[in-house]
């Protein structure tokens, strides 16, 4: 690198010296291995990656400095410097330091670079993109980490998903003192039970304790409990301006992804408003990751999507996009503007633009007595109540687990139906199809007892009774297992939270006066789900995820900083009246 420090990089050249080949590049923080001049990927005969291979592309892993055997400071979503001096670095001139390395000194390369990666790597692929060097052509960012304040990983609309953030960072962030091939060890549980073990454990202070501190990411999202100039230095859709025209991006991500669908949907928008370069987007019906190889992506849990769209993808987007910016075959035009997989009528759509041009933002209003319709409430003064013990947490799934399950995100939520402390909302049953493909959002009009509250909406397809898939059988038990019972299957199709003390601002958190009507409004990533004729449409409304989100004290105190003391019940009301008409904003398709 311009500094001097080096980057362990493994090349893999194909022995094919007949033409020359483009330099396919993934930069990671979770290793390059296997080590040793004598070891091969299992990954690219294993996996997708298999394409590649065939293809004869120069495959790189590059292990980003300071992690496994790179040298230099590992820094958590380093941040993009938009004028560097001198031998100041980034992840994007460590980038454009080693393409520019592979180019010069990689045998056989025809001079065009590609790069794409999942998750963390998918951050690192946004950098490659900002890198600038010429050589730099086609750019797939897959799951991007994009913005951890706002709806990635570890917040949402400002709440701590304290299990994810305890779960990794126990882990990943120890330090290390020089280049290892060894990652580090994780967090014991002591329990396989992670809704006891997060409850009992109590405040974050204590966890803090378990942590210990040399976890330097976990001790600065403690003293950053704000969106504050640190935060938004770490989100790339403040940067992705530098994009130059000539790199083109292909944005990917999974409808159900657990850790970064905010990511992939926003910094598609970001490119596209920011950048003057040729942006694509594909959205399938994946966890996350799953398109990668972890799956073929023919369900989710209970859920069905009837084809292997993991495979589809792989073969008709992925591939032809990287042929075509860096081989020059194929047809770009056949990869439209967006690619979205519809859950519910199960079907690819391709689309001129993302939200398409024919989408409706319409307001669908929470109804005295349960009810869920197209009109505002008449009723003068209408509310319905529940209290939120946080001593007594809604739980985000129904089973018993260590570590977060990634198939919550289509889950069955009548265990959470039953519960006094969420309240819930439906329609009729749907005359004719209603499809939905944008941006959700929530606004509420509520009333608490204390100074602080979470709120977590959660839009619900609702099977009809008689429901089974093709091939399953209708059992009046489950004794000797069998297929789960889907007739009146409650699948989330979004769910979302909301720290109240963020309503009017994330930068200035502001105390609820108790017992005033105030609105709370919020972002829920977007959805591309079609209810079918048949269905309702329920929402669900709550004041805890738990563990996934952290406890909100409901008291309004640092929570990163609360005592055990500071943990109280609150009285809340939802309001669906012609004054406070509650409401779902959904992006209904025309």
């Known amino acids: 690198m311009r500094d001097g420090i080096k980057l362990f990089t493994a090349i893999y050249i194909p022995k094919d010296s007949s033409e020359k080949h483009p330099v396919l590049l993934r930069r990671t923080p979770y290793s390059s291995s296997p080590y040793g001049t004598n070891n091969f990927p299992d990954a690219f005969w294993n996996s997708y990656y298999r394409l590649y291979m065939r293809e004869n592309y120069i495959m790189v892993v590059q292990d980003v400095r300071g992690r496994f055997m790179s040298e230099g400071e590992f820094v958590d979503v380093r941040p993009y410097t938009e004028n560097k001096k001198g031998n100041q670095i980034d992840e994007a001139s460590d980038t454009y330091d080693a ?3 592979l180019i010069k000194n990689v045998p056989g390369n025809n001079g065009k670079v590609g790069a794409f990666g999942i998750s963390y790597p998918g951050f690192y692929a946004t950098m490659v993109a900002l890198s600038g060097h010429p050589a730099v052509k086609a750019v797939s960012p897959q799951a991007p980490v994009t913005d951890w304040f706002m709806g990635d990983d570890f917040h949402h609309n400002g709440a701590f998903f304290l299990m994810d953030a305890f779960g990794f960072y126990s882990g990943f962030g120890k330090p290390r003192p020089k280049p290892t091939t060894q990652g580090g060890q994780g967090f014991r549980f002591p329990s396989p039970d992670n809704y006891n073990f997060f409850l009992q454990t109590g405040t974050l202070k204590n966890f803090s304790k378990l942590m210990g501190d040399s976890i330097q990411f976990w001790k600065d999202l403690l003293v950053h409990p ?3 100039d640190w935060w938004k230095a770490r989100n790339t859709r403040n940067f992705v301006q530098h994009i130059p025209s000539s790199t083109a991006t292909l944005v990917v991500g999974g409808l159900f992804d657990a850790e970064d669908v905010f990511g992939a949907w926003n910094l598609y928008k970001a490119i596209n408003q920011k950048a003057g370069n040729n942006n694509k987007l594909v959205m399938g019906p994946w966890f996350h990751g799953a398109w990668g190889g972890r799956s073929d992506g023919s369900s989710l849990g209970n859920v069905r999507f009837g084809t292997k769209t993991s495979e589809w993808y792989q073969n008709n987007i992925e591939l032809p996009f990287f042929n075509y910016y860096l081989k020059g075959k194929g047809d770009s035009s056949k990869i439209k503007e967006a690619t979205v997989f519809f859950s519910g009528e199960n079907q690819w ?3 001129a633009q993302w939200p398409p041009a024919n989408e409706l933002a319409q307001n669908i209003y929470l109804q005295p007595g349960g009810g869920l319709n197209w009109n505002k409430p008449s009723s003068s003064n209408s509310f319905t109540s529940y209290t939120g013990d946080p001593d007594k947490p809604v739980p985000y799934t129904e089973d018993v687990h260590q570590s977060r399950t990634r198939e919550y995100m289509t889950d069955d939520q009548r265990f959470a139906a039953r519960r006094t402390d969420v309240i819930v909302f439906e329609t009729g049953i749907l005359t004719e199809d209603l499809t939905l493909a944008g941006p959700l959002y929530a606004d509420l009009f509520t009333s608490i007892s204390t100074t602080d509250a979470d709120f977590v909406v959660k839009l619900i397809d609702v099977f009809p009774d008689e429901f089974k898939y093709e091939g399953d059988a209708v059992q009046p038990n489950r004794s000797n297992g069998g297929s789960y019972p889907m007739g009146g299957y409650q699948m989330l199709v979004r769910g979302e939270i909301m720290r109240g003390r963020f309503r009017k601002s994330f930068e200035k958190p502001e105390a609820f006066t108790p017992n005033k009507v105030e609105e709370v409004k919020f972002y829920l990533p977007d959805v591309a789900h079609t209810f079918r004729k048949g269905h309702r449409l329920m929402v669900q409304i709550q004041s805890s995820w738990f563990p996934l989100a952290d ?26 009246s012609s004054q406070y008409p509650s409401n779902i904003v959904l992006p209904v398709l025309k």
Do not use: G, M
């Open 99 to 101: 393409v520019d390395w």
């Open 226 to 228: 704000n969106l504050d």
């Open 551 to 576: 406890r909100n004290p409901q008291k309004f105190v640092n929570i990163y900083e609360a005592n055990a003391s500071d943990f109280q019940k609150a009285d809340i009301k939802i309001y669906h």
């Open 349 to 351: 759509r391709q689309l």
